[in-house]
């Protein structure tokens, strides 16, 4: 029986070897012995994770170049094209939570690694969740500001870039991962009490 995305998110983001392939792999592509010396690991070990994930759909076949009798693999993260809320919307449902365990994969992964390296310990690291309990209208007024947020990112990156293009600085690559979505338990009802 295939596994459903749950299983194949888990599986990937169970094991720092896995994680630390998807985060460079969310950076380009890559043999498996590149990844090995990028994550120096040895290159059975990373070719051993590198077939089940391949098989389970958490990486994919990018090219393939043949030299002699020896098939060269590149390997990259599953490619996720941008959606907006018209097409989202017009994609099955099957086809919105196996775009969504995608994303939800390469993000995870960016954020154990971070975890990992002690980044999250920084100061100046933001690390925030909690949920809040709102109305039909509530939740459109969410929505709408993470719309509004997150344009205002893209603006950030092109006014750095423009900055940066002039200053000859160096980028520092932020990572912003931002869910938002109708819990799975039901709010408890805080106006009776």
Known sequence: MPKGIEEVVQYALGHKTRVHILIVLNDGIFTAAQLAQIIDEPLNNVSNHLVKMLEDGSVEIAKEQRRGNI????????????????AAEEMTQL???????AIYQSGSA???????????????????????????????????ENRRYLERLREIEVESTNRRAKSGEEATSMLVNLDVFERVRKARDDLSS
Do not use: C, F
């Open 71 to 86: 098939v060269q693999y590149w390997y990259r993260a599953v490619e996720i094209p941008y959606y907006s809320q018209e």
């Open 95 to 101: 086809q919105r939570h196996m775009t969504a365990g």
């Open 110 to 144: 960016e954020v154990l690694a971070a975890l990992y390296a002690g980044k999250l310990a920084d100061p100046r690291a933001v690390v925030y969740w909690d949920w809040y309990n709102v109305d039909g209208q509530g939740r459109e007024e969410i929505e709408a």
